[in-house]
């Protein structure tokens, strides 16, 4: 399938786009805007927005519970982002999802940096990356969702675990790590770091439905150039805790995700070093489709500038892509791999548009 551009001036939705997404009447898209701060809620099927939430300052990701439909959302610094920020936070906010009021601030003091999250709804628990401290390296602190309080942490021996993800059984934990070249395995039943799987300094990640495979994006950027750190996908095998494919890109990847349609989505970051920003020069981004089976090149869509988390309609039809630099929501037909529309995220200054949670209307 040949790639398609995505013009910035021509986000407009037809009459049949619109037509195409009335199955998802009711359901909402919720977005944080990391210098809102605030969390925005759109209607998925309309892109009309819904509400704002203000939230503690630079919120990262966010986390849908559907049984106790409540959003948790992580703020990892006072300002800016990794390595370039004015102090670490410390707070998890806690969010009713259906009347979009504020219900808790949580402080996980002394940890801090909160920003990967993942929900095992099953046994209740919701893991949430920390950074390292003077005092022990970074982990992931467990959260009882019914009572939102800590339960313990789990050490992942690394400075910055950035993104977790659990296995479907919930229990096993893999944690990316920017700086250490390698993923931590972690048993969530005895709280233990079991393994660490060889990668050039890690990003977003993804566990297939069957538990066997781990898609890990990469490499980080202060790895680029390195030996071994070519831009691509790592297909981990969770038997033997090792690296077995790698899927390659035209440059450096962030978020992964994986749909329930069986598509592997990956974001991909163009950009050119610039005195004026750590962050560089951005360029619009890409959303890189792959199958999940064959790892086959599907094809790839223009997004906004650094894209940076992914996620999915619950059928699996349409992705949805927060790029932060242009403060972008993209929703991309990922069936023809066309852009469907594009959603402008409020912010204050830079970064803007980040996290990503799908909320499906009440049953």
């Not at 808790?104 to 940890?111: F, G, S």
Request: proline fraction near 9%; charged fraction near 20%.
């Amino acid at each position: 399938m040949p790639n398609t551009p995505l013009d910035a001036r021509a986000h407009l939705d037809t009459r049949g786009q619109l037509d195409a997404r009335a199955h998802l009447a009711g359901d909402v898209l919720a977005v944080v805007s990391q210098s809102g701060p605030t969390v925005s809620f759109f209607d998925a099927a309309t892109d009309a927005l819904l509400d704002t939430v203000e939230v503690p300052a630079q919120p990262h990701e966010l986390c849908f519970d559907p049984t106790q439909r409540l959003l948790w959302c992580t703020s990892a610094y006072r300002s800016g982002y990794y390595n370039a920020h004015d102090g670490h936070s410390t707070e998890l906010t806690v969010i009713d999802a259906d009347t979009r009021t504020v219900v808790e601030v949580i402080d996980l003091a002394p940890e801090h940096g909160p920003h990967g999250l993942a929900l095992d709804p099953v046994r209740g628990r919701l893991y949430v990356s920390v950074e390292a401290s003077a005092h022990r390296p970074g982990g992931v602190v467990v959260v009882d969702t019914a009572t939102r309080r800590p339960l313990g942490r789990i050490d992942t021996d690394a400075p910055g675990p950035h993104w977790f993800a659990i296995s479907p059984d919930g229990r096993t934990g893999y944690a990316t790590n920017k700086e250490a070249p390698y993923v931590s395995v972690v048993d969530l039943d005895r709280g233990t770091l079991t393994a660490k799987i060889t990668v050039p300094g890690s990003e977003g990640l993804a566990v297939s439905a069957d538990g066997a495979r781990v898609y890990v994006g990469g490499p980080y950027l202060g790895f680029a150039g390195k030996p071994d750190a070519a831009p691509g996908i790592r297909v981990l095998d969770t038997r033997t805790a090792s690296v077995v494919d790698v899927l390659p890109t035209g440059s450096a990847v962030l978020p992964v995700h994986l749909t329930s349609g069986g598509r592997l989505l990956a974001g991909e970051i163009h950009a050119t070093t610039s005195p004026d920003s750590p962050l560089g020069r951005q360029d619009p981004g890409c959303l890189t489709v792959f199958s999940a089976a064959t790892h086959r090149r599907l094809g790839s869509v223009e997004v906004g500038r650094f894209p940076l988390t992914i996620t999915s309609s619950p059928d699996g039809r349409f992705g949805y892509v927060a790029s932060v630099v242009s403060s972008t929501v993209d929703v991309v037909d990922l069936d023809t791999l066309t852009p469907v529309t594009r959603l402008t995220v409020p912010k204050l200054a830079e970064p803007g548009a980040h996290g990503l949670a799908y909320l499906p209307r009440p049953a």
